[in-house]
């Protein structure tokens, strides 16, 4: 077994943690700004409804002619600036995702590229501050297909909504937020918990 061959794939692991890290803070923040911007969506589209379900012309605001349709054009107006706020924040979420599925692609390349010099025992070899080789692998492959199904599944869901179909976007804010996976994020968190002295470690 080549000694530096498994230096050089521990410091890969370090610094695919070290990524996973740093993007599941950026990650979560960005969902946190997601969600006032999701119920935003839900409380314009049920305007738009009632306004749909009132008749003006026969309220005392019938003295206002167009005062229906500017309304209206005004929540058109807030609901596509909504979206467009939306779509910003996917972007973010998408470059999370590329971010930790780039690093998670080089860490096995190098891995493939190193199997003729580890053998068995060496990839499945832990000790008192580094989990075994094939462990990490295994928990960094998991953590990059949370990321592409949820940044999937959310992208799917904002592609469905347009500021004309009011049933989509009401029931969007719920939607959105049964896409959430806590045991699936725990996971990663204690994940970065077992090998928090690995990464420390020179």
Same mark, same amino acid.
């Given at each position: $077994?080549?000694?530096?061959?498994?230096?050089?794939?521990?410091?890969?692991?370090?610094?695919?943690?070290?990524?996973?890290?740093?993007?599941?803070?950026?990650?979560?923040?960005?969902?946190?700004?997601?969600?006032?911007?999701?119920?935003?969506?839900?409380?314009?589209?049920?305007?738009?409804?009632?306004?749909?379900?009132?008749?003006?012309?026969?309220?005392?605001?019938?003295? /206002?002619?167009?005062?229906?349709?500017?309304?209206? /054009?005004?929540?058109?107006?807030? @609901?596509?600036?909504?979206?467009?706020?939306?779509?910003?924040? $996917? %972007?973010?979420?998408? %470059?999370?995702?590329?971010?930790? %599925?780039?690093?998670?692609?080089?860490?096995?390349?190098?891995?493939?590229?190193?199997?003729?010099?580890?053998?068995?025992? @060496?990839? @499945?070899?832990?000790?008192?501050?580094?989990?075994?080789?094939?462990?990490?692998?295994?928990?960094?492959?998991?953590?990059?297909?949370?990321?592409?199904?949820?940044?999937?599944?959310?992208? @799917?869901?904002?592609?469905?909504?347009?500021?004309?179909?009011?049933?989509?976007?009401?029931?969007?804010?719920?939607?959105?937020?049964?896409?959430?996976?806590?045991?699936?994020?725990?996971?990663?968190?204690?994940?970065?918990?077992?090998? %928090? /002295?690995?990464?420390?470690?020179?």
């Amino acid at each position: $077994m080549s000694k530096p061959v498994l230096t050089s794939l521990h410091q890969a692991l370090r610094k695919s943690f070290q990524c996973l890290e740093n993007n599941q803070k950026v990650w979560e923040n960005v969902l946190a700004e997601c969600s006032p911007l999701m119920v935003s969506l839900g409380n314009l589209a049920e305007q738009s409804t009632a306004l749909s379900n009132v008749q003006i012309s026969n309220t005392p605001l019938r003295a /206002f002619p167009d005062l229906e349709e500017r309304l209206r /054009f005004k929540l058109l107006q807030a @609901t596509d600036t909504v979206l467009n706020k939306l779509s910003e924040k $996917m %972007s973010s979420l998408q %470059s999370v995702r590329d971010a930790i %599925s780039n690093q998670v692609s080089a860490v096995f390349q190098l891995y493939e590229q190193s199997t003729d010099s580890l053998d068995l025992l @060496t990839v @499945t070899e832990r000790s008192a501050i580094a989990p075994s080789v094939a462990d990490m692998l295994e928990w960094l492959q998991d953590a990059e297909r949370h990321y592409r199904q949820q940044f999937l599944r959310r992208k @799917t869901l904002l592609q469905t909504l347009r500021a004309d179909n009011l049933s989509l976007l009401e029931s969007a804010p719920k939607r959105w937020k049964s896409l959430e996976s806590p045991s699936a994020e725990d996971n990663i968190t204690d994940t970065l918990c077992k090998v %928090s /002295f690995f990464m420390e470690s020179p």
